[in-house]
């Protein structure tokens, strides 16, 4: 019996995510890029309520998305919804609401995450029972971020990103994010890096088809020390996305001005996510955004991946 048999629907919550470490490496004739990134799960969530329905339909309220959130089948959701069906053989549809947290086109996996959730979502939905690691595999048929929000914690991302292994992460860390609300392209951002490397001559030899995250990051994160992971943050896609946006350099600064440790654009961005020594210096660094009239969020992370709600 599934579980939407007793409660007429089910509903799943999935985290967004920062980058605290992201190589970019050459691009390949397919057009995609070779990374090694470090992903950790943060507390700022995207919730999906699946129904039962005879046909495919997704609403999206939250996160002031403007209408920039697709409802047909540009949206990761309905993908995944429709993925999971065909792989099982359903015959019926799902009706999905997807309410956001997780800032649009904020570099912050948003749409990985509600793809990760209706995943989860509608396999008890329909009872279907499908094992972790095939879940895996249809999410990382959906992109590079899908299968990191279905698992969440700390994970080392190699290949398109979506090749996972866990990282050990102790303690916690405190992070202030700063949303804006012009979002970033990603294949924008991508298309930017490529063109300053070729114009740095650096396509030939470097950077490699293939990456591995350096030991320093996997070190910090080890032992659970701000600082230490602070001195070891890094985003390939950040130039990029400061020439596409030069006042996100602005917003880091003034963060680090007020007491955090670091700041690195998220992602492809525009999410500017400044750790932090602790979660006191965190709300001290939350006010004073504010004052500028930012509107700054306080989120830890790791947390745990997609997960059903009672």
């Not at 629907?9 to 004739?29: C, D, F, Q, T």
């Not at 890096?193 to 490699?208: C, I, K, N, T, W």
């Not at 939350?286 to 992370?301: C, F, I, K, N, Y």
Request: proline content about 6%.
């Amino acid at each position: 019996m599934s579980l939407a048999a007793s409660t007429g629907s089910v509903h799943v919550r999935a985290p967004g995510k920062i980058n605290v470490y992201l190589g970019v490496g050459g691009r390949h004739e397919d057009g995609y890029h070779s990374l090694a990134t470090v992903f950790q799960a943060v507390s700022l969530y995207e919730d999906v309520i699946a129904r039962p329905a005879d046909d495919f339909s997704v609403t999206v309220s939250g996160a002031e998305d403007n209408g920039e959130v697709p409802l047909d089948d540009r949206n990761l959701a309905m993908r995944a919804a429709k993925l999971l069906a065909t792989a099982v053989e359903h015959r019926g549809g799902v009706a999905l609401e997807i309410r956001k947290s997780v800032p649009v086109a904020g570099g912050m996996g948003g749409g990985s995450a509600d793809a990760a959730a209706a995943l989860v979502a509608c396999d008890a939905l329909w009872g279907t029972g499908l094992s972790p690691a095939r879940l895996h595999d249809l999410a990382a048929r959906l992109g590079a971020d899908v299968p990191f929000a279905l698992h969440g914690g700390t994970a080392v991302g190699t290949g398109r990103g979506d090749q996972l292994n866990p990282a050990l992460a102790r303690g916690r860390f405190d992070w202030i994010l700063v949303p804006n609300e012009r979002g970033l392209s990603t294949p924008v951002v991508y298309e930017r890096l490529d063109l300053l490397r070729e114009e740095q001559g650096a396509l030939a030899d470097d950077p490699p088809l293939s990456l591995d995250v350096p030991i320093p990051v996997l070190q910090a994160l080890r032992s659970g020390d701000p600082m230490q992971l602070a001195d070891a943050l890094e985003n390939d896609l950040q130039v990029a996305a400061l020439h596409e946006r030069p006042d996100l350099a602005e917003t880091i600064r003034q963060g680090v001005a007020a007491g955090a440790l670091q700041g690195i654009v998220s992602g492809s961005g525009p999410t500017v996510a400044l750790l932090c020594a602790d979660p006191e210096t965190a709300q001290d660094v939350q006010s004073a955004l504010r004052e500028t009239g930012l509107d700054p969020l306080h989120v830890h992370g790791p947390v745990p991946g997609a997960r059903i709600i009672a």
